[in-house]
């Protein structure tokens, strides 16, 4: 009895944690040795018991003493319930139009097989896009249009997608399946037309005028496959573009020269214009040359332009181009994006030269739109009358919805 007594004092020191349970089992092994021993005569075999047999029968004792869990739990267990869904996801990347085929995504072949990935159901078409996006393409994010594929490379639109499914827990087996991630490259054309090559009309000094060698002047004009997919005011948008391009290179003493629509790239989904192309960009006012006591400015940078776009003044005088020949050239340039059409029918430089020397005005501007009317300001042949590049913003600024378009006003 008094083994059970000292058993129940161990039992109610482990309890107030007086002992540990480490402590305690290695008392209560002691315990059944000595009561194994007291019981059995001594014998030759069962002097001692063995390890074996010591600790089966102090787990067979102790058995509803163990705790099941030995490690404590998070109070809020996470119930992830039966909306998690496994995906794999793979990418594909966008290959052009050739002559045997039509453009279409192709699986990038990646060196290792793509983890799937866990989701919690409610997952969008959206959230997929931008999942794919974030895993593949971290860094390639800007100037990029992601879509969900299919296996074949064709693109899986929004409206297809929602068609059949609300959310990825709709689709069946998606743990079967893998989706596709395409990715490609914003598509940016220029004004000019769609292969940027209005240069055919040669990029030349104005002193070569001199040489009477006036050759033809190719066909020109906005792109068609631009002016259709220009919708409502997103023409005054793009002048609006250029016009604050304008303003800012010339409030930096920086003449363009070179204003065309073949220098002017939009993007498409946002028509966003951008003025490019500055290998004739002139520098007004920056570089100090000493002649004998006096300091002068000089114009650092070449002359030229494009036949079409440039200024009488500079073509017929041969006069540096300034910012007044600048706004010629936007306004020449104005006129082929709001009205889709050259703006002089000719066929020769020579010709253009004699309409020039008698002054007539751009034919284009018999397409024009009341609504632009400030554009004959523009192409007037007195340099001094034309308005400088703030004017033309406030002008379009003031025709237009910013708030709608923009979010904001200014």
Not at 191 to 216: K, R
Request: aromatic share 8%; charged share 30%.
């Amino acid at each position: 009895m008094h083994k059970v007594k000292e058993y129940e004092d161990l039992k109610r020191e482990l309890e107030n944690g007086e002992l540990t349970q480490k402590g305690f089992d290695a008392k209560v092994k002691k315990l059944l040795v000595a009561e194994e021993t007291d019981d059995v005569k001594p014998g030759p075999s069962n002097t001692f018991l063995s390890a074996a047999e010591a600790f089966g029968k102090a787990k067979k004792l102790l058995q509803p003493q163990v705790k099941k869990k030995q490690f404590p739990l998070c109070e809020k267990l996470v119930d992830h319930g039966k909306s998690l869904v496994k995906i794999r996801m793979a990418p594909m990347e966008w290959k052009p139009r050739t002559k045997k085929r039509s453009g279409h995504y192709q699986k990038l072949i990646m060196e290792e097989t793509p983890p799937r990935l866990i989701l919690k159901g409610h997952e969008t078409y959206d959230d997929l896009v931008n999942t794919g996006k974030n895993s593949f393409w971290p860094d390639e994010i800007e100037g990029s249009e992601f879509t969900l594929c299919h296996v074949d490379g064709t693109r899986w639109t929004k409206e297809d997608f929602y068609k059949e499914f609300k959310t990825v827990s709709d689709i069946p087996n998606p743990w079967k399946r893998t989706l596709y991630i395409g990715r490609r490259e914003i598509e940016v054309v220029c004004l000019g037309d769609g292969s940027c090559t209005l240069d055919e009309i040669p990029e030349t000094g104005v002193n070569d005028c001199e040489s009477g060698d006036l050759d033809e002047i190719p066909e020109t004009g906005v792109a068609e496959d631009v002016a259709d997919k220009l919708e409502g005011d997103d023409a005054s948008f793009i002048a609006l573009d250029l016009s604050m391009a304008v303003e800012y290179i010339h409030s930096q003493s920086i003449i363009h020269q070179d204003i065309k629509p073949a220098n002017v790239m939009v993007h498409h989904p946002s028509k966003k214009a951008v003025l490019t192309d500055w290998g004739l960009a002139n520098i007004r006012d920056t570089v100090m040359l000493r002649k004998g006591s006096r300091f002068t400015t000089e114009a650092v940078g070449p002359t030229g332009g494009t036949y079409l776009y440039m200024a009488p003044e500079c073509l017929l005088n041969f006069e540096e181009a300034s910012w007044q020949t600048d706004m010629w050239s936007l306004g020449v340039t104005f006129l082929e994006l709001l009205t889709g059409s050259v703006p002089w029918v000719v066929n020769k430089q020579r010709e253009l030269a004699a309409l020039l020397v008698i002054k007539t005005p751009p034919h284009a501007l018999a397409h024009l739109s009341e609504r632009y009317s400030y554009l004959s300001g523009l192409v007037d042949y007195e340099a001094s009358s034309r308005p400088t590049a703030s004017d033309v913003v406030q002008l379009i600024k003031s025709g237009l919805d910013l708030s709608g378009r923009y979010g904001y006003s200014w």
